[in-house]
């Protein structure tokens, strides 16, 4: 096992440092792991918007968060959709609201235990999944361009290994 010294050897010999308050040196919030992830995903956001916007689409990034993860199989609750998406359970409800007043979700009673509810696409939420998946993958393909394929899945495992390192002691959401 390295000792704190090997991973100070290490972090210093990088171009930057990914936890500057490790080494005791001021770093910008842009050049720190935390700030480079939360710009972009910012700008990522952003893009999605516009992109959903300019094919008039009255989605919001937020929805398409929430429909892009019932595309994948409905019938959640809305608890499991807080812990999936890491917003709180009245962050989530709220969320409800505004797409079943859209008309892209409904919720109903759980067969086995009427105090839960379960949350259905609509026909027109699932019809949303043709239409709206090609301008995700233009956003991304935005994002990416120009980024080598073997890097990015370098990337793409790091940023995994970070969330699985940061979920492991999260009993909850944080606060939004």
């Known amino acids: 096992m390295k000792s704190i010294f ?3 050897e290490f972090l210093a010999k ?4 990914l936890n500057s308050n490790l080494l005791g040196t001021h770093m910008q919030a842009e050049d720190s792991l935390g700030g480079l992830l939360g710009k ?8 999605l918007h516009r ?25 959640l609750t809305p ?10 359970k009245a962050s989530i409800t709220s969320l409800l609201k505004g797409a079943e007043k859209s008309g892209y979700v409904y919720r109903q ?9 379960k949350v259905f696409l609509t026909d027109k ?5 043709a239409a709206l998946i090609p301008i995700a993958r233009q956003t991304i393909m935005h994002a990416t361009d120009g980024i080598n394929p073997d890097h990015l899945a370098i990337a793409t495992s790091v940023l ?13 959401p944080t606060p939004e």
Request: glycine share 6%.
């Open 51 to 75: 992109n959903l916007r300019l094919v008039e689409s009255q989605i919001t990034v937020e929805q398409w968060i929430l429909l892009a993860e019932l595309w994948s199989g409905d019938g």
């Open 6 to 8: 090997d991973v100070q």
């Open 160 to 172: 995994k290994q970070v969330i699985r390192n940061l979920a492991a002691n999260q009993t909850q």
């Open 125 to 129: 939420g699932r019809q949303l999944e």
């Open 109 to 117: 009673g759980d067969s086995r235990d009427h105090r839960v509810n």
């Open 79 to 88: 608890l499991e959709l807080s812990k999936r998406l890491l917003k709180h």
């Open 40 to 47: 972009s995903s910012r700008l990522m956001r952003n893009q």
């Open 14 to 17: 990088l171009p930057f440092s």
